[in-house]
C-alpha cells in the first residue's frame, strides 16, 4: 500500500477507513499465506530494515509480533531499552528522535504520555507507531479488527461492546469502530469514563455509519451484541489504584452471566494480559465464545502488512 509509506501511526484515527480496510485485507492475505496483493512476495520484503523498540512497559505481544514481523520480511529489531539508553537519564526526547531518526527505518514506541510520541513524531521523519500509549492502542484494534472479520465477514453494521475502563483499548475501539462503521457501546464506571474529547471525535467520525454509545449500565451494553470486549481494570502505571478499583468494577466483570444478554453467537475479546476472576471469568476466556488467542495472533499479521506498507524500501 503505497500511499502508508513513510507515515506515522500514532492514533487509529492517523488512518481512513479504506487504508483500515486494505491494511486488514493485506493483512489476512499475509495470514493465509497468498502472495501479497501488490504483486510477487519479494515486493513487500524489506531486507535490511531496522525497528527500533523503545518501551517504557512491559509487554509480551506488542514486542514479539513485532520483533517476528521484521524478521519475516526481511529486517531486524533494535531493543532501545530505556533502562540502557540515555533517554532513560533524561536525555530530551527531541535529541533522541533525532539521532534515531538518523540510524533506524522505524521506531516503535510504547510509554504513558500520549504527548511523547507526538514529539517523537514532530522530530523524526522515519515512521513512527504507537506501540501503546495511555491514551491509545492502534496496532492491537488493527487485530481485533482481523478478529471480527475473521468470524462475521465484514466490519461494517457489527456491534461491539467494551465492558470496563475507559482506558486506552476503549479510546482506539471508539475510534476505529467510527471510521469503520462498527457500532460501538462503552459500558465503564461512571467514575471511570473515556476521554471526552474521543468520545466526540469518534461521534464525529462516526456520522450515521455508525451508533456510538457510552453508557454505566453493563447488562443493557450488551444486548444483542455480537462481540464482547474487555481489558484490565487498571492499566500499566494505574498500580496504585488496583484495590480500589476492584469493588467498583466488579459489576462490569464479562462472566457467563453477563455473556448470555450479548447475540447466541458473540465472540469475546481481550487484548491480554488478562486477569482472571477480575474482568473476565476463566470460564469465559477458556470458553467456546472466546477469541483471545486468535486475536492475539492477529497483533503479527497486522502489524507485518503494517510495517511492509509503512517502510521504504
Ligand atoms: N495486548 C498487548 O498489547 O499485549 P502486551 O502488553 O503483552 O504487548
Ligand atoms: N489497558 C492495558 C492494555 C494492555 C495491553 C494497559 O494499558 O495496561
Redesign the pocket.
Known amino acids: 500500500m503505497k500511499q502508508l509509506q513513510g507515515r506515522d501511526l500514532l492514533s487509529i484515527a492517523d488512518l481512513n477507513s479504506e487504508e483500515i480496510h486494505e491494511l486488514l485485507n493485506f493483512a489476512q492475505q499475509l495470514k493465509a499465506g497468498e502472495i501479497a496483493p501488490e504483486g510477487d512476495l519479494s515486493e513487500i520484503r524489506k531486507a535490511g530494515s531496522v525497528l527500533g523498540l523503545l518501551f517504557y512497559?512491559a509487554?509480551t505481544?506488542?514486542r514479539v509480533s513485532f520483533s517476528v514481523a521484521m524478521y519475516q520480511l526481511g529486517g531486524q529489531v533494535i531493543d532501545l531499552n530505556p533502562q540502557q539508553t540515555q533517554v532513560g537519564r533524561g536525555e530530551p526526547t527531541e535529541d533522541t528522535a533525532r539521532v534515531l531518526d538518523r540510524y533506524l527505518d522505524a521506531l516503535a514506541i510504547r510509554t504513558f504520555d500520549h504527548k511523547d510520541i507526538e514529539t517523537f513524531a514532530q522530530y523524526a521523519d522515519i515512521p513512527i507507531i504507537n506501540a501503546?500509549t495511555?491514551l491509545e492502542?492502534p496496532c492491537?484494534i488493527l487485530a481485533d479488527f482481523i478478529t471480527i472479520k475473521e468470524n462475521f465477514g465484514s466490519l461494517a453494521g457489527i456491534t461491539v461492546t467494551y465492558v470496563g475502563?475507559g482506558?486506552?483499548?476503549a479510546h482506539s475501539l471508539l475510534l476505529g469502530g467510527a471510521l469503520m462503521g462498527i457500532n460501538i457501546r462503552i459500558a465503564t464506571p461512571q467514575e471511570y469514563p473515556p476521554n471526552q474529547e474521543i468520545v466526540a471525535q469518534a461521534k464525529q467520525l462516526a456520522q450515521n455509519n455508525s451508533e456510538i454509545i457510552v453508557t454505566n449500565d453493563p447488562i443493557a451494553a450488551v444486548e444483542k451484541t455480537q462481540v464482547i470486549y474487555t481489558?484490565?481494570w487498571?492499566?500499566?502505571?494505574?498500580e496504585d489504584s488496583a484495590a480500589r478499583r476492584i469493588p467498583i468494577f466488579q459489576p462490569y466483570q464479562v462472566n457467563d452471566a453477563l455473556v448470555s444478554h450479548g447475540d447466541q453467537d458473540a465472540i469475546v475479546l481481550h487484548?491480554?494480559?488478562a486477569h482472571r476472576g477480575e474482568e473476565i471469568t476463566a470460564s469465559v476466556i477458556e470458553g467456546k465464545q472466546s477469541r483471545v488467542w486468535d486475536q492475539a495472533e492477529n497483533r503479527m499479521h497486522a502489524q507485518k502488512a503494517l510495517l511492509a506498507s509503512i517502510l521504504r524500501k
Open positions: 512497559k509487554s505481544r506488542t501503546l495511555d492502542h492491537q475502563d482506558n486506552n483499548i481489558d484490565v487498571a492499566s500499566m502505571g494505574q487484548c491480554l494480559p
